[in-house]
Protein backbone atom coordinates (compact mmCIF):
# COMPACT_ATOMS: atom_id res chain seq x y z
CA UNK A 1 0.00 0.00 0.00
CA UNK A 2 3.16 2.22 0.49
CA UNK A 3 3.39 2.53 -3.19
CA UNK A 4 -0.04 3.71 -3.92
CA UNK A 5 1.03 7.40 -1.65
CA UNK A 6 1.75 9.52 -4.50
CA UNK A 7 0.78 7.56 -6.89
CA UNK A 8 -1.82 9.03 -9.47
CA UNK A 9 -5.28 8.73 -8.74
CA UNK A 10 -6.15 8.70 -12.58
CA UNK A 11 -9.75 10.61 -12.96
CA UNK A 12 -12.13 9.74 -11.19
CA UNK A 13 -16.03 9.50 -11.28
CA UNK A 14 -17.36 10.80 -7.58
CA UNK A 15 -20.96 11.07 -6.40
CA UNK A 16 -21.65 13.50 -4.03
CA UNK A 17 -24.14 13.29 -1.32
CA UNK A 18 -24.92 16.27 1.43
CA UNK A 19 -27.24 14.83 3.01
CA UNK A 20 -27.74 11.56 4.64
CA UNK A 21 -28.66 8.42 2.63
CA UNK A 22 -31.83 8.66 2.64
CA UNK A 23 -32.32 12.62 1.81
CA UNK A 24 -32.32 13.52 5.44
CA UNK A 25 -30.71 17.09 6.17
CA UNK A 26 -27.70 16.83 7.85
CA UNK A 27 -25.91 19.72 9.96
CA UNK A 28 -25.04 22.64 7.49
CA UNK A 29 -21.50 22.81 8.78
CA UNK A 30 -20.98 19.10 7.72
CA UNK A 31 -22.70 19.72 4.63
CA UNK A 32 -20.38 22.57 3.40
CA UNK A 33 -17.40 20.17 3.85
CA UNK A 34 -18.77 18.56 1.66
CA UNK A 35 -19.77 20.74 -1.09
CA UNK A 36 -16.40 22.27 -0.45
CA UNK A 37 -14.51 18.83 -0.71
CA UNK A 38 -16.49 18.51 -4.43
CA UNK A 39 -15.41 21.28 -5.44
CA UNK A 40 -11.68 20.66 -4.57
CA UNK A 41 -12.09 17.11 -6.73
CA UNK A 42 -13.24 18.89 -9.19
CA UNK A 43 -10.67 21.53 -9.63
CA UNK A 44 -8.17 18.19 -9.46
CA UNK A 45 -9.56 17.24 -12.95
CA UNK A 46 -12.47 14.74 -11.15
CA UNK A 47 -15.71 14.12 -12.83
CA UNK A 48 -18.14 15.36 -10.11
CA UNK A 49 -21.79 14.84 -9.83
CA UNK A 50 -24.85 14.88 -6.96
CA UNK A 51 -25.96 11.41 -6.70
CA UNK A 52 -27.02 8.80 -3.80
CA UNK A 53 -27.93 5.14 -3.59
CA UNK A 54 -31.26 4.31 -3.45
CA UNK A 55 -32.32 2.98 -0.40
CA UNK A 56 -35.95 3.72 -0.46
CA UNK A 57 -37.94 0.75 1.97
CA UNK A 58 -34.57 -1.10 3.63
CA UNK A 59 -35.23 -1.43 6.81
CA UNK A 60 -31.45 0.02 8.23
CA UNK A 61 -32.51 1.29 11.33
CA UNK A 62 -34.28 -2.10 12.41
CA UNK A 63 -31.10 -4.20 11.21
CA UNK A 64 -28.35 -1.53 13.15
CA UNK A 65 -30.63 -2.19 15.95
CA UNK A 66 -30.35 -5.80 15.88
CA UNK A 67 -27.55 -7.00 14.26
CA UNK A 68 -25.08 -5.03 16.83
CA UNK A 69 -27.29 -6.05 19.91
CA UNK A 70 -26.98 -10.00 18.87
CA UNK A 71 -23.19 -8.92 18.82
CA UNK A 72 -22.93 -7.40 22.02
CA UNK A 73 -24.30 -10.67 23.78
CA UNK A 74 -22.23 -12.46 21.47
CA UNK A 75 -19.26 -11.28 23.14
CA UNK A 76 -19.70 -10.35 26.54
CA UNK A 77 -20.71 -13.60 27.13
CA UNK A 78 -17.78 -15.62 25.85
CA UNK A 79 -15.69 -13.01 27.77
CA UNK A 80 -17.86 -14.11 30.98
CA UNK A 81 -16.76 -18.05 29.90
CA UNK A 82 -13.26 -17.03 29.89
CA UNK A 83 -13.50 -15.48 33.01
CA UNK A 84 -15.59 -18.63 34.46
CA UNK A 85 -18.29 -16.69 35.15
CA UNK A 86 -21.59 -15.31 34.21
CA UNK A 87 -22.13 -11.28 32.80
CA UNK A 88 -23.09 -9.31 35.37
CA UNK A 89 -24.11 -5.93 35.05
CA UNK A 90 -21.45 -3.82 36.66
CA UNK A 91 -19.14 -5.75 33.65
CA UNK A 92 -20.35 -3.31 30.91
CA UNK A 93 -21.65 0.23 30.52
CA UNK A 94 -25.90 0.37 31.03
CA UNK A 95 -26.22 1.01 27.73
CA UNK A 96 -24.28 -1.80 26.58
CA UNK A 97 -25.85 -4.02 28.92
CA UNK A 98 -29.69 -3.11 28.09
CA UNK A 99 -28.70 -3.44 24.40
CA UNK A 100 -26.99 -6.75 24.57
CA UNK A 101 -30.23 -7.65 26.19
CA UNK A 102 -32.19 -7.29 23.35
CA UNK A 103 -29.93 -9.73 21.36
CA UNK A 104 -30.85 -12.45 24.36
CA UNK A 105 -33.98 -11.67 22.99
CA UNK A 106 -34.21 -11.60 19.19
CA UNK A 107 -35.57 -14.71 17.69
CA UNK A 108 -33.09 -16.27 14.90
CA UNK A 109 -35.62 -15.27 12.24
CA UNK A 110 -35.55 -11.61 13.08
CA UNK A 111 -31.32 -11.64 12.90
CA UNK A 112 -32.39 -12.98 9.64
CA UNK A 113 -34.10 -10.95 8.43
CA UNK A 114 -31.97 -8.35 9.18
CA UNK A 115 -28.91 -10.28 7.22
CA UNK A 116 -31.44 -10.07 4.37
CA UNK A 117 -31.72 -6.45 4.55
CA UNK A 118 -28.35 -6.09 4.99
CA UNK A 119 -27.73 -8.43 1.50
CA UNK A 120 -30.10 -6.10 -0.10
CA UNK A 121 -27.94 -3.13 0.95
CA UNK A 122 -24.64 -4.54 -0.67
CA UNK A 123 -26.35 -5.36 -4.04
CA UNK A 124 -27.81 -1.94 -4.44
CA UNK A 125 -24.57 -0.10 -3.30
CA UNK A 126 -22.80 -2.94 -6.03
CA UNK A 127 -25.30 -1.53 -8.71
CA UNK A 128 -24.35 2.18 -7.79
CA UNK A 129 -20.70 2.04 -7.97
CA UNK A 130 -21.01 0.39 -11.71
CA UNK A 131 -21.61 4.14 -12.26
CA UNK A 132 -19.26 5.49 -9.54
CA UNK A 133 -15.70 5.03 -8.32
CA UNK A 134 -16.16 6.45 -4.85
CA UNK A 135 -19.28 7.76 -2.71
CA UNK A 136 -18.65 11.74 -1.40
CA UNK A 137 -20.20 12.14 2.04
CA UNK A 138 -19.88 13.65 5.33
CA UNK A 139 -18.00 11.85 7.59
CA UNK A 140 -20.62 12.58 10.39
CA UNK A 141 -24.00 14.15 10.26
CA UNK A 142 -23.01 16.67 12.87
CA UNK A 143 -19.68 18.39 14.12
CA UNK A 144 -17.66 16.81 17.04
CA UNK A 145 -19.59 16.22 20.05
CA UNK A 146 -18.86 17.61 23.71
CA UNK A 147 -17.94 14.95 26.77
CA UNK A 148 -21.30 13.70 27.86
CA UNK A 149 -23.63 14.26 24.66
CA UNK A 150 -23.38 10.58 24.08
CA UNK A 151 -24.50 9.12 27.09
CA UNK A 152 -23.42 5.39 27.97
CA UNK A 153 -24.86 5.69 31.43
CA UNK A 154 -28.27 5.78 30.40
CA UNK A 155 -30.48 2.13 29.65
CA UNK A 156 -32.52 3.73 27.33
CA UNK A 157 -31.60 1.62 24.18
CA UNK A 158 -34.76 3.68 22.04
CA UNK A 159 -32.93 6.97 22.21
CA UNK A 160 -29.49 5.97 22.15
CA UNK A 161 -29.80 4.04 18.37
CA UNK A 162 -32.18 7.03 17.34
CA UNK A 163 -29.50 9.48 18.28
CA UNK A 164 -26.51 6.94 16.85
CA UNK A 165 -28.08 6.03 13.44
CA UNK A 166 -30.82 8.93 13.10
CA UNK A 167 -29.10 12.19 14.04
CA UNK A 168 -24.71 11.49 14.89
CA UNK A 169 -23.48 8.85 12.58
CA UNK A 170 -25.73 7.73 9.85
CA UNK A 171 -23.30 7.69 6.83
CA UNK A 172 -20.54 5.61 7.70
CA UNK A 173 -22.01 2.36 8.72
CA UNK A 174 -23.01 1.36 5.09
CA UNK A 175 -18.98 0.65 4.74
CA UNK A 176 -18.90 -1.54 7.70
CA UNK A 177 -22.09 -3.85 6.60
CA UNK A 178 -20.97 -4.07 3.02
CA UNK A 179 -17.45 -4.95 3.65
CA UNK A 180 -16.62 -1.50 1.02
CA UNK A 181 -13.50 0.57 1.30
CA UNK A 182 -13.78 4.07 3.22
CA UNK A 183 -12.00 6.92 4.26
CA UNK A 184 -12.37 10.08 6.67
CA UNK A 185 -9.96 12.94 5.62
CA UNK A 186 -9.99 16.09 7.78
CA UNK A 187 -10.69 18.58 4.96
CA UNK A 188 -12.83 21.08 6.58
CA UNK A 189 -13.03 22.68 10.19
CA UNK A 190 -15.51 24.21 12.37
CA UNK A 191 -15.65 27.55 13.41
CA UNK A 192 -14.53 26.49 16.87
CA UNK A 193 -11.52 24.83 15.51
CA UNK A 194 -12.54 21.18 15.49
CA UNK A 195 -11.81 18.88 12.46
CA UNK A 196 -14.88 18.26 10.57
CA UNK A 197 -14.07 14.76 8.36
CA UNK A 198 -15.51 13.99 5.08
CA UNK A 199 -15.50 10.38 3.75
CA UNK A 200 -15.10 9.00 0.54
CA UNK A 201 -16.47 5.04 -0.18
CA UNK A 202 -16.15 2.59 -2.28
CA UNK A 203 -16.68 -1.14 -3.00
CA UNK A 204 -14.55 -4.38 -2.08
CA UNK A 205 -10.44 -4.22 -2.45
CA UNK A 206 -10.67 0.13 -3.21
CA UNK A 207 -8.06 0.70 -0.93
CA UNK A 208 -5.62 1.27 -2.94
CA UNK A 209 -7.67 3.87 -5.10
CA UNK A 210 -8.45 6.06 -1.77
CA UNK A 211 -4.52 6.16 -0.73
CA UNK A 212 -3.91 7.90 -4.32
CA UNK A 213 -7.00 10.45 -3.90
CA UNK A 214 -6.12 10.74 -0.27
CA UNK A 215 -2.30 11.87 -1.46
CA UNK A 216 -3.67 13.87 -3.86
CA UNK A 217 -6.03 15.87 -1.31
CA UNK A 218 -3.54 15.96 1.29
CA UNK A 219 -0.69 17.60 -1.44
CA UNK A 220 -3.77 20.11 -2.86
CA UNK A 221 -5.04 21.03 0.71
CA UNK A 222 -2.39 19.78 2.97
CA UNK A 223 -3.79 19.37 7.26
CA UNK A 224 -0.82 18.36 8.75
CA UNK A 225 -0.07 21.60 10.32
CA UNK A 226 -3.77 21.93 11.81
CA UNK A 227 -4.42 20.93 15.49
CA UNK A 228 -7.53 21.33 16.99
CA UNK A 229 -7.43 23.80 20.25
CA UNK A 230 -6.35 22.14 23.24
CA UNK A 231 -8.65 23.48 26.66
CA UNK A 232 -7.29 22.66 30.26
CA UNK A 233 -10.21 21.56 32.78
CA UNK A 234 -9.60 22.68 36.19
Known amino acids: MLDEVGAPPGRLRIAVCTTDYLG ?3 HPTCAAAVAATARLCASLGHD ?34 VLGRAPVPGDVEPLTWAWMQE ?11 TIATMHSLGRRMAA ?27 DDVERYVAFLFDEFAPLTPLFNQTGGAAMSVPLAWA ?10 GGGLG ?17 WAHRRPPVATVV
Request: aromatic share 8%.
Open 48 to 81: VEEARPDFAGLPLSRAWRVIPAANLWLNVNARAR
Open 191 to 200: PDGLPIGVQF
Open 206 to 222: DEPKLIRLAAQLEQAQP
Open 24 to 26: KPI
Open 128 to 154: FLENYDLLLTATLARPPLKLGEMDMTS
Open 103 to 113: GRRFTAAEYME
